[in-house]
């Protein structure tokens, strides 16, 4: 069974940087598209950023697209999350999942329908 194990959250200033990660424990973890999804204080969990089981096709919600960028590592069984210029609003936690689709699209990147294997999530913090 596919499991996921995120990191790399913390304490960061407005307009800083975090890079997170998420790890997966499975021989198969390439037969997965790989999503972040983000919970602010108060809110539903949403969608931010997705890719592709070969990283040939990213998506990114349009409250984060220009400031993160996501890849993928399969010799290391990893995703990276490279989040630049962060502001408050991106204080939240920060959750990995997994979906077996051939292919993204947007719709599917924004939704919590279809993902699972969740981790247990990071948190970041933006503030001064």
């Known amino acids: 069974q596919l499991q996921l194990v995120e990191s790399g959250g913390g304490l960061v200033q407005p307009g800083g940087s975090l890079r997170l990660s998420c790890t997966a424990s499975?021989?198969?973890?390439?037969?997965?598209?790989i999503g972040w999804f983000r919970q602010a204080p108060g809110k539903e969990r949403e969608g931010i950023s997705c890719?592709?089981?070969?990283?040939?096709?990213?998506k990114y919600a349009d409250s984060v697209k220009g400031r993160f960028t996501i890849s993928r590592d399969d010799a290391k069984n990893t995703i990276y999350l490279q989040m630049s210029s962060l502001t408050p609003e991106d204080t939240g936690f920060y959750y990995c999942?997994?979906?077996?689709?051939?292919?993204?699209?947007?719709?599917?990147?924004?939704?919590?329908?279809?993902?699972?294997?969740w981790g247990h999530g990071t948190q970041v913090t933006v503030s001064s």
């Open positions: 890719i592709s089981r070969r990283g040939g096709i990213t």
């Open positions: 499975a021989y198969t973890w390439d037969s997965y598209a």
């Open positions: 999942a997994a979906n077996p689709a051939k292919t993204i699209n947007q719709a599917m990147c924004h939704s919590r329908l279809g993902w699972s294997s």
